[in-house]
């Protein structure tokens, strides 16, 4: 089973793919999407439906699994990732691959244990089940945290 984690974002989204085996999970690939501030929101959506698609394609997944955003009082935020929430409903839709949507609690419990953990413990785990794994950004750490959640809520 390959599942496409992904930490929304239309400046920076996370992306991961990972494979489980029984209980063992692998990164296939993974990734950052990057938008420019100085494009408009349109074209940063393009830019993450078209990237999206080719992951999608490339690598032919069996689920997606994203992160929902607590944002707040932040409605700017609030609308350009809901935004980006409808680009990953869409490809779901064209491409017949089912999207799960999991709270920050419930992927941190499924991670660590502990839901409220911060980012730097979610690293600490992933850095000690994929020790051989260069994790660059909190970005690619929550897209991977949000793909062994949904592994983990399957099995």
Known sequence: MKTLGID???LKCGWAILESNKDKYRIVASGVIKGSAKDS???RLRNL???L????????????SVEETFLGNNVRTAFSLGQ???VVLLLSSIYKVPVYFYSALQIKKAVTGYGRA???QLLKFLKFYFPEEDFKSFD???A????ICHLNSIR
């Not at 698609?53 to 997606?64: E, F, G, M, P, Q």
């Open 144 to 147: 991977i945290a949000s793909a």
């Open 8 to 10: 929304l974002g239309t």
């Open 53 to 64: 698609k080719s992951v999608i394609l490339r690598y032919k997944v069996d689920a997606i």
């Open 140 to 142: 690619l750490t929550d």
């Open 41 to 43: 929101l349109s074209e």
């Open 118 to 120: 911060s980012k730097e």
């Open 49 to 51: 439906f078209e990237r």
């Open 84 to 86: 980006a929430r409808g």
